[in-house]
């Protein structure tokens, strides 16, 4: 799949967003008044603006509003609901915290569960997608929202929470990747069931159907080579875990704070690069692409 730069920030950075509203809805860090003012705007400044990131890669943004009509079949219509009410709710609770210096415990609790929501319904965008063998997995939701936690974690300043989110995002990724690197050859879709021609013999390309590009191989046949995917995993695992864990145990410094979430949001964007880009489309097989 073709790894779209708004798609890859706005994934990204919701999760980072959505996981901190999370924390904070649960009282993490403890903190009222101007300080929470303050993580409510990192919050929201990520949530928000992983939002608004998405509606870049649509073709009219400004029929995004019609997104929030089609609920009861679509997850992007979901998200939008479970999105807009996440925010909503974490606005009152905020102003509880900042203004009153009270925390109002219920609103916290659900608009963490909302958080968390948003985020599920974001990864079952991708997750239902039968085409994408690699992303049609459990693993799909299950990194979207350990990612989100364990940034949001980092964020909050738990750092021994977040060193073992941390970790485990980390190893479930490498999991999430052993697995997918099989799943395209274990679902059975080769060219013969694509084309429905397998009942009368082998069936290989001949020729391709155009002399150039269009949009499916565009949006859809993006092949990343072995050896350079071997070794951005490496360095996004490094990145996303190694370090900042490593700088988490060390003792405590703000500078050493903020180089692990530096280095873990860097590490955040190559693996979710990878996510898309090493996404095969079924399509790609009446292309000769596997």
């Known amino acids: 799949m073709h790894p779209a730069p708004s798609v890859i920030f706005f994934t990204v950075f919701s999760g980072i967003g959505f996981g901190l509203l999370t924390f904070m809805g649960l009282g993490f860090p403890n903190v009222f008044g101007w300080s929470a003012f303050t993580f409510f705007v990192i919050a929201y400044l990520c949530s928000v603006g992983g939002l608004i990131a998405s509606t870049f890669h649509l073709g009219h943004p400004e029929r995004a509003l019609k997104a929030f009509t089609q609920w009861r079949s679509s997850w992007l219509s979901r998200e939008g609901w479970c999105a807009v009410t996440a925010l909503c709710i ?21 608009g963490a569960i909302l958080s968390m929501l948003t985020v599920f319904t974001t990864s079952m965008i991708y997750t239902q997608l039968k085409t994408v063998p690699r992303w049609h997995t459990p693993f799909t939701p299950i990194i979207f929202l350990i990612f989100s936690l364990a940034s949001g974690a980092l964020l909050s300043g738990e750092a021994l929470l977040a060193s073992i989110l941390i970790a485990i995002a980390g190893s479930t990724q490498i999991v999430a990747w052993v697995v997918g690197d099989r799943v395209f050859k274990i679902s059975g879709t080769t060219m013969a069931t694509a084309t429905g021609l397998g009942t009368i013999g082998s069936v290989r390309a001949f020729e391709p159907p ?17 050896k350079h995917g071997i070794k951005l995993r490496l360095i996004s695992i490094g990145l996303l875990a190694v370090i900042p864990i490593f700088l988490l145990i060390a003792p405590f410094s703000h500078l050493l704070a903020v180089l692990a979430v530096i280095s873990h949001v860097a590490g955040a964007f190559i693996v979710r690069w990878l996510f898309f880009a090493e996404a095969e489309h079924v399509v790609g097989l009446y292309y000769g692409k596997r």
Do not use: D, Q, S
């Open 90 to 110: 974490m606005a009152i609770y905020a102003l509880g915290l900042v203004f009153f210096k009270e925390r109002w415990a219920f609103l916290g609790i659900i």
């Open 210 to 226: 155009h002399t150039g590009t269009n949009y499916l191989l565009k949006e859809f046949a993006f092949v990343v080579g072995r």
